[in-house]
């Protein structure tokens, strides 16, 4: 795949979706997001995580690996929300780490997303949206999606917890952080477009070229 890869990582709540959006209009990139609207297990998995959490990542796991196979057949560079490997790496885990996926669900996970990687191609960079658990909780309320409500605090604040830990440990060179918490996207042009400088920066070699109406877009 002869094309830009860009995976978009943070939390829930973060402003992935939106920023995916942005980005990939400026940038002339094909968006892939993630499955939330239409995820039969959402609401359940809030409801009673023992119950719902291996159901809700295979379906996340079985989600992502077919857009890794869609994103083969595309002939624009890819901007992804949310990557396969905070799956495993943040979601997954943690559950594990909590107690909502038993052992034997855990290495049995673990042994299908070791087998999906071998078939998928890594993202060029990830773009890390860090965000504070005030700002994490104030956007989930402000965007009102009924699977959310039952979202424990203390849940988000470990997968928090979580992702500064795991991005720590990808290459500096491939990885991109920007803070969230005084960033907003549709008015802060300046910071988009410094923003928009670093991802190109960092992906020199495809040549990427900026679309700057959509920059200035409101």
């Given at each position: 795949?002869?094309?830009?890869f860009?995976?978009?990582?943070g939390?829930?709540?973060?402003?992935?979706?939106?920023?995916?959006?942005?980005?990939?209009?400026?940038?002339?990139?094909?968006?892939?997001?993630?499955?939330?609207?239409?995820?039969?297990?959402?609401?359940?998995?809030?409801?009673?995580?023992?119950?719902?959490?291996?159901?809700?990542?295979?379906?996340?796991?079985?989600?992502?690996?077919r857009?890794?196979?869609?994103?083969l057949?595309?002939?624009?560079g890819i901007?992804?929300?949310?990557?396969?490997?905070?799956?495993?790496?943040?979601?997954?885990?943690?559950?594990?780490?909590?107690?909502?996926?038993?052992?034997?669900?855990?290495?049995?996970?673990?042994?299908?997303?070791?087998?999906?990687?071998?078939?998928?191609?890594?993202?060029?960079?990830?773009?890390?949206?860090?965000?504070s658990?005030?700002?994490?909780?104030?956007?989930?309320?402000?965007?009102?999606?009924?699977?959310?409500?039952?979202?424990?605090?203390e849940?988000?604040?470990?997968?928090?917890?979580a992702?500064?830990?795991?991005?720590?440990?990808?290459?500096?060179?491939?990885?991109?952080?920007?803070?969230?918490?005084?960033?907003?996207?549709?008015?802060?042009?300046?910071?988009?477009?410094?923003?928009?400088?670093?991802?190109?920066?960092?992906?020199?070699?495809y040549?990427?070229?900026?679309?700057k109406?959509?920059?200035?877009?409101?």
């Amino acid at each position: 795949m002869k094309k830009p890869f860009i995976g978009i990582a943070g939390n829930i709540g973060v402003g992935k979706t939106t920023f995916t959006t942005k980005i990939s209009s400026i940038l002339n990139l094909h968006p892939y997001y993630e499955s939330v609207i239409d995820n039969p297990y959402l609401n359940d998995f809030y409801k009673n995580m023992d119950r719902w959490s291996f159901n809700l990542q295979i379906y996340f796991l079985n989600h992502r690996f077919r857009a890794h196979q869609e994103m083969l057949e595309t002939q624009k560079g890819i901007i992804q929300d949310r990557t396969i490997y905070e799956d495993v790496e943040i979601f997954a885990k943690n559950l594990f780490e909590i107690g909502h996926l038993s052992s034997r669900d855990w290495k049995n996970y673990k042994d299908l997303f070791e087998l999906m990687i071998q078939f998928i191609k890594s993202p060029d960079i990830i773009i890390y949206l860090r965000a504070s658990m005030d700002t994490l909780l104030n956007r989930i309320r402000n965007r009102d999606r009924k699977c959310e409500e039952n979202i424990d605090p203390e849940y988000l604040y470990k997968l928090n917890i979580a992702y500064e830990k795991w991005i720590k440990s990808l290459d500096p060179k491939n990885v991109l952080i920007i803070d969230t918490d005084n960033f907003n996207i549709f008015k802060d042009v300046d910071k988009l477009e410094n923003i928009t400088a670093s991802i190109i920066k960092k992906l020199d070699k495809y040549n990427l070229e900026v679309n700057k109406r959509f920059i200035k877009e409101t």
